[in-house]
């Protein structure tokens, strides 16, 4: 993990350890939840401790402290699911059975969460949990119709969205999914109805997203949706109705550049960073131009 000054070229800090995919503020606002790796845990069991990753749910203060490191294995076997983990590779080992990529902290308490809960996605378990750290129970799980996602949000009160890459592991890049012609997809469950639904089906059929890995979707507050198609440089922006625009990175006249957890940030949520960037003086020039488009 390494920290970026505003001003500097040169890291601010560099945390030498194990970590990958999301980063989210935590609720203290000085910590982040990022997913890493233990190897606290198959003490007595040499095999599982040396072979299998254990993904984990570490919390990293805004200084480089490593505050926590919950092994995810261990918090999946004390909630009585250690079949989830070690039970559905059949007769070959699954080196790497979690590989969990997303973590989103709850900022208010509903009926259906705790404000401080994380609503966790397991990419290799085709699973999404919502896990409690003050108790450490998970509160509630699901296994699917969501198919090796990447993207799981908290959207309002008693909704979540799950981005589904839709494809089976293991997969050519020649064949990716299951049948020619299937794509990315979007789901939201109701906590309330307890129901899944595709919302955006019919405009994600339009536009085809197909990336393999990664891939990113939000439910923005008008109702709208935001999707970032990792591995072919694209980013699109639906309203309810209609898609309202799309972009690709186009890196030069023959190549397109990836794209890697974008952020869409209504005019709310950019207003608070923006005035941070503003106090710096070494970023005026930027934030004019940014400000006039």
Known sequence: ??????????????????????????????????????????????KL???????SLARVSLNRQMLENRSFSKIL??????????????????????????????????AYWMRGDLLISARHLSTV??????????VWHQQGPWMNQHSARFVDDDRIS??????YGGAPTSQTFVKPG???RVFVYDFGAKRVTEPFAKLLEEAKPITM?????????????FIEESSFGRHLRFTKGQLLWSRVNDYDE????IVSWSRYLTQKAAKKPLAAIAARHCNKQFLIQKNEQ
């Open 1 to 46: 993990m390494v920290r970026l000054d505003l001003c500097s070229t040169e890291p601010e800090w560099v945390l030498d350890k194990v970590m990958h995919h999301s980063n989210e503020i935590a609720l203290d606002g000085v910590s982040i939840w990022t997913p890493a790796v233990s190897d606290a845990y198959f003490a007595d069991n040499l």
């Open 49 to 55: 401790k040396n072979q299998l990753r254990d993904d």
């Open 77 to 110: 076997i004390d909630n009585g699911l250690r079949e989830l983990l070690l039970g559905t590779s059949g007769m070959s080992f699954q080196g790497d059975p979690i590989h969990i990529n997303q973590i989103s902290v709850a900022h208010k308490d509903t």
């Open 129 to 138: 949990f919502l896990y409690r750290p003050s108790t450490g129970k998970i």
């Open 162 to 167: 799950v981005f589904s890459n839709n494809v």
């Open 182 to 184: 299937d794509i990315n």
């Open 213 to 225: 890995t990664e891939g990113r979707a939000e439910i923005l507050p008008d109702g709208g949706l």
């Open 254 to 257: 023959s190549r397109i550049g």
